[in-house]
């Protein structure tokens, strides 16, 4: 059974930091390109970051030089670190993994950036 379970939210004052981490389970974890996607409330959930099985990241404009996304393969773990957090980041941050036509999300963790 597939499981992703995230963890590292919180509340944060703008300018601060926070690191998500997404235990994976019940795939081959080093063969996914995993992503991270936030969504506010009133608003579809946005792609933020990626990173694929070799490494290569991708991110969206606006958190670029602020995020950066990792993964330990040993762990099957993906994480993102978060600095110089806005207000605008706030949101649920969900991560995610295709195989085929198949979305799985974890349960979200919730991230609050105070001004």
């Known amino acids: 059974q597939v499981q992703l379970v995230e963890s590292g939210g919180g509340l944060v004052q703008a300018g601060g930091s926070l690191r998500l981490s997404c235990a994976v389970s019940g795939t081959n974890f080093r063969l996914n390109t995993m992503n991270w996607y936030r969504q506010d409330p009133g608003n579809q959930r946005e792609l933020v970051a990626s990173?694929?099985?070799?490494?290569?990241?991708n991110y969206v404009d606006s958190v670029k030089d602020r995020f950066t996304v990792s993964r330990d393969n040993a762990k099957n773990t993906v994480y993102l670190q978060m600095n110089t957090l806005k207000p605008e980041d706030t949101g649920v941050y969900y991560c995610?993994?295709?195989?085929?036509?198949?979305?799985?999300w974890g349960q979200g963790t919730q991230v609050t950036v105070s001004s």
């Open positions: 995610n993994f295709r195989i085929l036509n198949a979305n799985y």
């Open positions: 990173i694929t099985g070799g490494g290569r990241t």
